[in-house]
């Protein structure tokens, strides 16, 4: 029997109802006010019908639940609404629980897929859990990650299930868990091979009609580890200890910016201390508060910008990608090593890596055996496959293996001569149509591409370090690159795992670009008495991992300065720092030689700031600054640069522009991206301050034309 349903099917044999989410008109199962009619008439179907002793839950599609519909979200713009809304879906979620708490109906939930925020919370609230063994199939409570808290129960379902300990993690983090993490927390009952998950579910069911209720799990109590836990969560003193851990741990790395987290927590902690129903009722209450908070708009948009540029092309309709069947790879540095790794990994696409000799190559191969080690050692990819991908990976020192790669990666040293001389070589030996990317970070990929007798197919690819672990790739087209060869580079950036963006070419595109005045700012305010710790400290707070001048030594301060006398070359005086002492850059290059603007140990530890530093500068006595105009000065440096490059065509979309400094730069995901965060603060707030700025600092604060016709007419730029 089959009811009719928009959004769910319905079926019942031998006393097991099969309900099966199916979200209409989408990819994939959300949660939203779209479904909730049918979502109560089929716990109605499950509540009334005395023919249903046990129903096994699932989807049609190929995931579970993702989670709630992030597009409701924007809808609920009154805390208090919001709220309403939660506690709705309290009760909604509470009819599944009681299904089987009450009514003596077994409910098991069968995952496959992404099971996340409220497709999770749903399977919490089902008597039995059983996941398949796919890859694709993780669960967890992602919704930190979006400035708001679980709100279906996961503050207070999840750690009454695996305990304290185990939960907060999944709920403060976001980060998910896959099968057999699950199954070690006691989040999943079982774990089965994918083709047999309807069938053991229907039999879990059928089982346990007759056994009855489970028996409450003891978690991990004949373990030292478990004892300790036990110990912790089951007494007044040690929860306090637990909890005041988690803040302190959270605090360490969200300083106090994000407030989602700290909610999260209070949200258990209520629950543990005042009862389950204090604490759904404060999810509900901190959710309504969250959910309209600015950083919750901010990470919400970066959320649906880069599901966007997922679609993207920045190719005309028809314009089809190349295959890229095999790659070359010249340089086999940290880029070049990265790059590598991605291709095989996420591409799963043979790779040649040349070098100078074959110290070279062994270094690159090194590099990319120690990414794959470190994703098996995490359980991220299993050893045969480790294997196999460390097998499509092969080095040379010459151009043997060049002529039949589609797809070729420059990463080698910053010279415009020696980019133009590899350019010539490779094309002298691989077919007309191969593409040609160079992952130079500030040259014009137009001025390298004037040695090409082929510029049709020559871009750049500027990747980030360590290129396994940040998400952007930058490409960067000239008016001679083809569109062909354009989605043939956009296609493979994605299949690396890359969210790509593309900019128009132009010195040091868009993220060197605004990288530049960002940098600058901080040594003009060294120059002018502040210390690097008031300048470090300061944009940490503002939301930046690490401070700029840390990101000097990190980046080596001969690169940096070798970047910046190209700026200045193409932009003039409103790109140039302040006077260094001669030498300075040669002398401390940052990490990679022990000595930068911080102290470092043999091995690399960085230590506190080396106090020579500023007579080493030439530069006077430290004065104090205020965190304020730091912050001011460092941040519209930044974005006033930002706005030029969509003034000038260099992005297309500020869009690009808001996810190339988040995903590539570091800019705080809670404030969006510089536009973003522009019209939060208001254009014509920003058009004073720059002002003020310039007023005070000379040209390099004089705000972007398009700043000032946003300012004047009111208008934003997302």
Not at 90 to 117: D, N, Q
């Amino acid at each position: 029997m089959t009811n009719e349903l928009t959004h769910f099917q319905l079926s019942v044999e031998d006393g097991i109802a099969t309900v099966l989410m199916d979200r209409n008109g989408e990819p994939m199962n959300t949660l939203g006010p779209v479904i909730f009619d049918d979502f109560n008439t089929v716990l109605d179907r499950l509540e009334t019908d005395d023919s249903i002793e046990a129903v096994v839950w699932g989807s049609a599609k190929k995931d579970f639940l993702v989670g709630a519909d992030i597009r409701w979200f924007a809808e609920l713009t009154d805390p208090k609404d919001a709220e309403a809304t939660i506690l709705n879906t309290h009760e909604m979620y509470a009819r599944i629980e009681r299904l089987h708490t009450t009514l003596g109906k077994p409910v098991v939930a069968a995952i496959s897929g992404a099971c996340l925020g409220g497709g999770n919370e749903l399977a919490l609230c089902a008597s039995m859990r059983i996941c398949t063994d796919l890859p694709s199939t993780q669960l967890g409570q992602p919704e930190i990650q979006l400035g708001v808290i679980p709100a279906g129960g996961g503050t207070q379902r999840l750690p009454a299930l695996i305990g304290i300990a185990d939960a907060l993690p999944l709920i403060l983090t976001g980060r998910p868990a896959r099968a057999r993490k699950a199954k070690k927390l006691g989040l999943v009952d079982e774990v089965v091979p994918a083709e047999l998950l309807m069938t053991v579910a229907k039999q879990r069911a059928r089982e346990a009609i007759t056994s009855g209720p489970k028996e409450e799990k003891k978690r991990k109590l004949f373990s030292m580890d478990g004892l300790q836990e036990l110990a912790l969560e089951t007494n007044p003193v040690g929860r306090n200890v637990l909890f005041k851990q988690a803040k302190d741990n959270l605090l360490k790395q969200t300083k106090g910016l994000m407030p989602a987290p700290e909610r999260a927590l209070e949200a258990v902690r209520i629950g543990i201390e005042e009862g389950p129903q204090a604490g759904y009722a404060a999810e509900a209450k901190f959710f309504g508060e969250l959910v309209v908070s600015s950083e919750s708009l901010a990470l919400r948009s970066v959320f649906f910008a880069s599901r966007s540029l997922e679609k993207e092309t920045w190719v005309p309709k028809g314009v089809d990608p190349k295959p890229v069947e095999k790659v070359a790879m010249i340089g086999g540095g940290l880029m070049g090593g990265g790059i590598a790794a991605v291709s095989t990994l996420k591409a799963k696409t043979p790779i040649r890596i040349k070098e100078v000799d074959a110290a070279g190559i062994g270094r690159a191969l090194a590099y990319v055996q120690k990414v794959i080690d470190r994703d098996v050692k995490r359980k991220r990819l299993r050893s045969f496959d480790g294997e196999k991908a460390m097998l499509r990976v092969t080095g040379s020192t010459d151009w043997r293996g060049f002529a039949d790669s589609d797809l070729i990666v420059e990463a080698v040293f910053e010279s415009l001569e020696l980019k133009q001389s590899i350019l010539r070589e490779v094309e002298g030996i691989t077919s007309p149509e191969a593409v040609f990317a160079s992952n130079t970070s500030s040259l014009p990929i137009s001025e390298i591409a004037a040695a090409s007798t082929r510029p049709e197919t020559v871009l750049g690819m500027h990747y980030f370090s360590p290129v396994e672990k940040m998400p952007l790739l930058e490409i960067i087209v000239t008016d001679q690159t083809a569109d062909w060869a354009t989605a043939t580079a956009v296609a493979f950036g994605k299949k690396q795992g890359k969210t790509v963006i593309v900019v128009k070419d132009g010195t040091g595109f868009y993220t060197t670009r605004i990288l530049g005045p960002y940098s600058n700012e901080a040594m003009h305010l060294l120059s002018e008495g502040a210390s690097v710790e008031a300048i470090d400290e300061a944009m940490v707070a503002w939301g930046f991992p690490i401070g700029p001048v840390l990101l000097s030594d990190e980046v080596g301060l001969d690169v940096g300065a070798k970047i910046a006398v190209i700026m200045v070359d193409a932009f003039g005086e409103r790109m140039a720092g302040p006077e260094l002492a001669e030498g300075f850059a040669e002398d401390r290059k940052g990490r990679k030689n022990g000595r930068g603007f911080y102290l470092y140990d043999e091995k690399g530890k960085r230590g506190d700031v080396d106090e020579t530093v500023y007579s080493a500068l030439g530069f006077g006595p430290r004065q104090e600054f205020s965190v304020e105009e730091i912050q001011k000065r460092m941040w519209l440096a930044l974005a006033n640069e930002a706005a030029r490059c969509l003034e000038e065509g260099i992005l297309g979309d500020a869009r690009d522009g808001d996810i190339g400094a988040v995903m590539g730069l570091g800019f705080p995901p809670f404030r969006g991206g510089p536009f973003f965060w522009i019209d939060q603060v208001g254009a014509a707030q920003v058009v004073a301050d720059l002002d003020g700025l310039a007023e005070k600092y000379g040209e390099r604060f004089t705000p972007a034309k398009i700043l000032i016709e946003k300012a004047e007419n009111g208008e934003k730029f997302r």
